[in-house]
């Protein structure tokens, strides 16, 4: 029997405490695009923004954690998150290797993920920038990256 390696992927993207609600709507587009299972928020919650032409919200599984500790307590089994920060600690996206089921966790611009969140994070990436880009951009790369032929851990 020939196995798919493929059919047992999932992933997921979602935001901490995000900042403003249009980054929402453009993170769930690229997600809805880009082939992501579910999308999820932690602290801040979603209202419907005309950035979301695609009405991703209901087209994929919406999840809102109001705490890190209650998102990290329902993490899908078998789930690496994949946190997205500038940090020392974190890979370069260009060589990392996505695992096949994962939550990729965004912070806000100006916050960005919080101390607990990089704590738990199985993998940290970051992009060669200076500064910080828009969460929804962040994602968009991330996504478009996971995309690419690249093997899975």
Not at 67 to 72: A, G, K, L, P, R
Not at 130 to 135: A, D
Request: with cysteine.
């Amino acid at each position: 029997m020939q196995v798919d390696n493929f059919s047992n992927e999932f992933f997921g993207i979602g935001i901490q405490n995000g900042k403003t609600p249009e980054n929402l709507g453009v993170l769930w587009r690229s997600a809805q695009n880009l082939g992501a299972s579910f999308i999820f928020t932690i602290g801040n919650r979603y209202a419907k923004q005309a950035s979301d032409t695609h009405n991703a919200v209901k087209a994929m599984p919406y999840f809102h954690y109001n705490t890190f500790e209650d998102f990290y307590a329902h993490l899908p089994k078998g789930a690496r998150i994949v946190g997205v920060e500038m940090d020392e600690k974190a890979e370069p996206l260009e060589d990392f290797n996505h695992p096949r089921r994962c939550v990729y966790l965004l912070g806000a611009e100006d916050h960005g993920l919080s101390n607990k969140a990089i704590e738990k994070s199985h993998h940290l990436v970051q992009f060669p920038s200076k500064m910080s880009l828009n969460v929804a951009v962040a994602g968009s790369i991330v996504l478009y990256d996971r995309g690419r032929n690249k093997p899975r851990q």
